[in-house]
Structures are given as C-alpha cells and as structure tokens.
C-alpha cells in the first residue's frame, strides 16, 4: 500500500513514515510473540530451543492439521529469520525470567543442609 500524504512538507512527511514504521515494527513484533507462544503452548515438550527454520517448520505443521490456523502463523512463515531469532531470544529471555520466579527455592530450605 502506498502512502501519499498531501500538504506535508518533508519534515511532516518523515515524520508521518517513520510513525508508521514505528507502529508497523511493534505490530509486528506482538505478531511473532503471539505466534512464538503458540508454537510452544502446541508443543510444550520440545527438547531443545529451536532455531527460526524449526518455528517455521512446526508452523507450517500447525497450518497443515487444521483449516481453521491462527493467521499470525502466515506471518512467521513470511518473516525473515533474523527476526524471529531474535523474537526467540526475548521470548526466552522473559520466560527464564519467569520460570526462575516460580522456581526459587524456599528460605527454609536454605537453612536445610540437604546432601545427595
């Protein structure tokens, strides 16, 4: 779609493009999120942090088993690798951030002195 506002002068017009890139980038980034987590919530038990070719791979499987996909599965399979390496790293990196919330061990067990 191409985008001619009239009546700008160019410093409005840079400005009108780069606030619809801005808003194009953000959208795009909840799209790989929501895809990434949809990607691991329909196959929680993986073994290993895929690699962008793996998500796009298990989205395509995800495409081919039901007729009714999310559409965001298009999108992830459409984007470039680069992008979705680095939507896996923040993804990770929040979740660890999660999951060591969740997993901290008790004070109580601090004073324990447990052996193996």
């Known amino acids: 779609m191409l985008l001619k506002p009239s009546g700008l002068n160019h410093s409005e017009k840079t400005t009108t ?26 196959f929680p038990n993986l073994s290993y942090r895929p690699r962008p070719d793996d998500v796009k791979l298990l989205a395509a499987y995800m495409k081919s088993q039901s007729n009714d996909y999310p559409g965001f599965l298009d999108t992830l399979l459409e984007v470039e690798n680069g992008h ?10 929040i979740n660890k951030t999660n999951n060591s919330k969740k997993t901290k061990a008790s004070p109580a067990l601090d004073r324990c002195n447990v052996s193996f």
């Open 17 to 42: 493009f780069n606030q619809l890139d801005k808003q194009d980038m953000k959208s795009s980034a909840d799209v790989l999120k929501m895809a990434i987590t949809a990607v691991y919530q329909a």
């Open 84 to 93: 979705i390496e680095l939507a896996l790293t923040k993804y990770h990196s």
